[in-house]
């Protein structure tokens, strides 16, 4: 339970850097 919650936390900050990213790519 606890590994799962772990897990998703870290797919959570990954898609959230991920997107930051993304958008800073597109402003330029």
Known sequence: MFYQTKKHI?????QYNYDIFFNHIKSI
Do not use: G, K
Request: aromatic share 0%; glycine share 0%.
């Open 10 to 14: 870290m797919l959570c900050i990954i």
